[in-house]
């Protein structure tokens, strides 16, 4: 990744994410097609609700034939994630227009969100919706794609899984974590490390009494006011 | 093709409340200005969300009890977090993640 923020670098610089998109988008198709779904539903919840876990999630429900609000609540839930990172994300693209800002934040992903980050990291805080806009109507189309070869094709693949491609947007995390964690040349390894320790300690006691989804958001939370502390301490 | 009503208001809601998430943030950010703390709490959200997305996908967390360790997952993870020390590229550290739970699975690694 280099600090160019033209629409060529956006093209170049969301390639590796696509393995993900790729590999859990076909997953998730293959799981909505054993549910009977049909593809106008499929395509529709990936073109409206564009949201990886959720889709799972409101797959399942809506077989099990959920109350509608139940079904929209836990969507909430899942993606309350978004909330704190479009709330981080928006500083970068304050001085673009309102128009501007609603097009990122529509398509923003958990992926174009760490992408995005990492990029800022590279170009010392300078992003632009060229860039942005490249990235993610990228993902997009291709996590569309994906759910729909997946739908298609659900009874020719045997299971996605044994290829080992749905592990492919766990390698981005670690990936994009590491070098989040070594880019921010301003901030402290020792800082980065603790927070990721807090992440983990917290995360796994909120999970013991929480829905796994506020225990994210929750962790999330107590480790970005841990790191507060713990910098200020310094 | 087809699509019931109950199916089409359920991803209609849900692709609501998700979009809301996403933007109203933006919109807030952008009419205005936020204190400094908060900025600085913001500037941590990066490094949290991420460990805490990696975290998710090799725990398995059960209601009233203790997360236990999802071994296929991690084990695929400790090349991939060598790879990505060693190639600092999201490609490589991508397809070393994904050989690596190829041939955790293919050999029945940790399960």
Same mark, same amino acid.
Request: aromatic share 10%; net charge positive.
């Given at each position: 990744?280099?600090?160019?923020? #033209?629409?060529q670098?956006?093209?170049?610089d969301?390639?590796? #994410?696509?393995?993900?998109?790729?590999g859990? @988008?076909?997953a998730?198709g293959v799981?909505?097609? #054993?549910?009977?779904?049909?593809? /106008?539903?499929?395509a529709l919840?990936c073109?409206?609700?564009?949201?990886?876990?959720a889709?799972?999630?409101? !797959?399942?429900?809506?077989?099990?034939?959920?109350?509608?609000p139940?079904?929209?609540m836990?969507?909430?839930?899942i993606?309350?994630?978004?909330? &704190?990172?479009?709330t981080?994300?928006?500083?970068?693209?304050?001085?673009?227009?309102?128009k501007?800002?609603?097009?990122? @934040?529509s &398509?923003l !992903?958990?992926?174009t969100?760490?992408?995005?980050?990492?990029?800022?990291a590279?170009?010392?805080g300078?992003?632009?919706?060229k860039?942005?806009?490249? #990235?993610n109507?990228?993902?997009?189309?291709?996590? +569309?794609?994906? +759910?729909?070869?997946?739908a &298609?094709?659900g009874?020719?693949?045997?299971?996605?899984?044994?290829?080992g491609?749905?592990?492919?947007?766990v390698?981005?995390?670690?990936?994009? /974590?590491?070098?989040?964690?070594?880019?921010?040349?301003?901030?402290?390894?020792?800082?980065?490390?603790s927070?990721?320790l807090?992440v983990?300690?917290?995360?796994?006691?909120? @999970?013991?009494?929480?829905?796994?989804e506020?225990?994210?958001l929750?962790?999330a939370?107590t480790? +970005?006011f841990? @790191?507060?502390?713990?910098?200020?301490g310094? | 093709?087809e699509?019931?009503?109950y199916?089409?208001?359920?991803?209609l %809601?849900?692709g609501?409340?998700t979009?809301l998430?996403?933007?109203v943030?933006f919109?807030?950010v952008?009419?205005f200005?936020?204190?400094? =703390?908060?900025?600085?709490?913001?500037?941590f959200?990066?490094?949290?969300?991420?460990?805490?997305?990696?975290?998710?996908?090799?725990?398995?967390?059960?209601?009233?009890?203790w997360?236990?360790?999802?071994w =296929?997952q991690?084990?695929?993870?400790? =090349?991939?977090?060598?790879?990505?020390?060693?190639s600092?590229s999201?490609?490589?550290?991508?397809v070393? %993640?994904?050989?690596?739970?190829?041939?955790v699975?293919?050999?029945?690694l940790?399960?």
């Amino acid at each position: 990744m280099n600090s160019d923020i #033209t629409f060529q670098a956006g093209v170049k610089d969301v390639i590796p #994410t696509l393995l993900g998109y790729i590999g859990v @988008g076909v997953a998730y198709g293959v799981v909505a097609q #054993t549910s009977n779904f049909s593809l /106008l539903t499929v395509a529709l919840l990936c073109l409206i609700v564009y949201a990886g876990s959720a889709q799972f999630a409101i !797959t399942t429900m809506i077989v099990s034939g959920s109350p509608i609000p139940a079904i929209i609540m836990s969507a909430f839930l899942i993606n309350s994630r978004m909330i &704190l990172m479009s709330t981080s994300m928006a500083q970068y693209f304050k001085n673009e227009s309102l128009k501007a800002n609603i097009a990122i @934040g529509s &398509l923003l !992903t958990d992926e174009t969100f760490a992408l995005g980050m990492n990029k800022a990291a590279v170009t010392h805080g300078k992003l632009n919706s060229k860039w942005f806009n490249t #990235t993610n109507v990228i993902a997009y189309s291709v996590w +569309c794609l994906s +759910c729909l070869v997946g739908a &298609l094709a659900g009874k020719l693949i045997s299971d996605p899984k044994t290829l080992g491609l749905d592990f492919a947007i766990v390698a981005m995390f670690i990936g994009l /974590l590491y070098l989040q964690m070594i880019s921010d040349r301003r901030r402290k390894l020792s800082v980065q490390f603790s927070v990721v320790l807090v992440v983990i300690i917290s995360f796994i006691i909120y @999970g013991r009494f929480l829905n796994t989804e506020i225990a994210l958001l929750l962790s999330a939370l107590t480790a +970005c006011f841990a @790191g507060m502390v713990i910098e200020n301490g310094d | 093709m087809e699509i019931n009503t109950y199916t089409f208001l359920t991803i209609l %809601g849900c692709g609501i409340v998700t979009w809301l998430s996403r933007v109203v943030p933006f919109i807030l950010v952008k009419n205005f200005t936020i204190p400094k =703390p908060v900025i600085r709490f913001l500037s941590f959200v990066p490094v949290a969300i991420m460990a805490a997305l990696f975290i998710e996908n090799v725990l398995v967390f059960k209601p009233g009890q203790w997360a236990t360790i999802q071994w =296929p997952q991690m084990l695929a993870s400790i =090349p991939t977090f060598a790879a990505a020390i060693i190639s600092k590229s999201l490609m490589i550290i991508c397809v070393v %993640g994904i050989v690596s739970m190829a041939l955790v699975r293919f050999f029945h690694l940790g399960m």
